[in-house]
């Protein structure tokens, strides 16, 4: 099908990148389980690898299930391209890796996912990149952070742990001004209840890992490319601007217009890091996404609930979710995720550390797993778990204080999963 303006989410969210196989008539997306695909002839070869022509070489680059995902994900965020990868830590990884080098950092929020922090903080001083963590709600702040070996900003569009709403028109406005691109991981969100593209982002980053394929069966991630961002007016993205030289000299910006990022992440960064994702996961990602739409619904409709619920128990201290009235971040659901806050947040237990455990080993219905964005409740308690290594102070600035669990909600019976918190709350506070 071709995808037009006319179109609304819940058909693209089906249709968008797949057409009935040419070669059976099949109308499911096939797994194209294969590594290679054999050229028509030499100079076929030849083109596909100088890159004159567009086609399918190896999977490590390319592969036909992927690019039906790749077409659907980039279609929903209303992007030019994008590209898929084995998890949402290497999509973070392709995503910087045009733009950062030796000495450059990024600006990042302080509130993220866990295992982005980790990533950030630690290991990508391998490279020589660094990260400077400030508080995006403070503008001034990010303004200040940012210096001239800056080469991106990177925050949640509804963050880790707490469910907290970034004002994504603020921050891309500043890096605007900084001539900067804006990169937005959209994990928790998903493209049905934000579109960060529409604030300002220049690159959108996914755990399809978790809402997309929604059920928690594959690790994958996806980039996914504006095309707005004009690599070329400075000096700051040679690998997008400058001669390629394994490509002859090839400049990406200047060659493929808007596709620059989306190519370049193809010819470079899947073919040499090698962080490819595989037809099988596609798949069922593929699946999971035809679903999108209502899987959302039911799970803001329960959060909203279930939060409403728990904030009114007196057995709670307080509950971080921006869809209650209550939230410092509910002035920012209608214009920044306006069908819904999401279905992750954060609830402080009266009774501290120990009431937590108790709450965790008490119930049924939800799992204590370090995952969300599962159609299955989830819970975790990050100060035992996660983030046990570090100190109260340090947990506490990372919204892990020891009284606290995350929760994502999941799409089951929304009473049954207020009598289960019930009845776990009574053990864990008696
Ligand atoms: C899970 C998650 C990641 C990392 O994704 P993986 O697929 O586990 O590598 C990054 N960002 C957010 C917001 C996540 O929830």
Not at 18 to 25: E, F, S
Not at 263 to 270: K, N, S, V
Request: glycine letters at 10%; a negative charge; aromatic letters at 8%.
């Amino acid at each position: 099908m071709s995808e037009g303006p006319t179109y609304g989410f819940d058909t693209l969210q089906i249709h968008a990148g797949a057409r009935p196989d040419p070669a059976t008539g099949a109308r499911q997306t096939p797994i194209y389980q294969t590594t290679g695909y054999v050229f028509r002839d030499a100079d076929h070869a030849a083109a596909l690898f100088n890159l004159q022509e567009v086609g399918y070489i190896y999977s490590r680059l390319t592969n036909p299930t992927i690019a039906v995902l790749q077409e659907r994900i980039a279609t929903l965020e209303g992007g030019v391209g994008a590209v898929c990868c084995s998890s949402g830590h290497a999509a973070q990884i392709m995503a910087l890796f045009p733009l950062m080098g030796p000495g450059k950092n990024v600006v990042a929020s302080t509130r993220l996912y866990g295992g982005t922090v980790t990533q950030f903080s630690q290991t990508i001083k391998r490279f020589g990149w660094s990260a400077k963590f400030v508080d995006f709600d403070d503008l001034d702040a990010v303004k200040e952070a940012i210096d001239d070996d800056t080469r991106a900003v990177f925050c949640e569009a509804i963050a880790n742990p707490g469910g907290y709403i970034t004002d994504l028109d603020a921050i891309s406005a500043i890096s605007d001004d900084a001539g900067l691109p804006l990169i937005v991981d959209n994990t928790s969100a998903t493209p049905y209840l934000c579109r960060p593209i529409e604030h300002g982002a220049t690159l959108v980053v996914h755990s399809t890992t978790k809402y997309l394929t929604g059920n928690g069966t594959v690790t994958g991630g996806a980039i996914v490319d504006s095309g707005r961002f004009d690599w070329s007016a400075s000096d700051k993205f040679p690998s997008l601007s400058a001669p390629e030289p394994a490509y002859h000299g090839l400049k990406f910006h200047e060659t493929f217009g808007p596709l620059a990022f989306t190519f370049h992440g193809i010819a470079i960064g899947l073919r040499d890091l090698g962080m490819t994702m595989n037809p099988q996961a596609a798949h069922y990602t593929l699946m999971g996404i035809e679903t999108l739409s209502l899987r959302m619904q039911r799970h803001v409709e329960n959060a909203e609930k279930i939060a409403k619920w728990l904030e009114g128990d007196e057995r709670v201290d307080y509950v971080t979710y921006a869809g209650l009235e209550s939230s410092p971040y509910h002035d920012r659901v209608a214009r920044i995720c306006p069908k819904g806050a999401g279905g992750l947040f954060t609830v402080a237990i009266k009774g501290g550390y120990d009431a937590c455990v108790k709450l965790v080993n008490s119930l049924e219905i939800f799992s204590h797993v370090a995952n969300l964005g599962d159609t299955r409740s989830l819970i975790i308690h990050s100060a035992s778990t996660t983030h046990r290594q570090l100190s109260e102070d340090q947990q506490r600035a990372a919204g892990a204080a020891p009284e606290v669990v995350r929760i994502s909600i999941g799409i089951e019976d929304a009473d049954d999963l207020i009598a289960d918190l019930d009845q776990a709350l009574t053990k864990a506070t008696a």
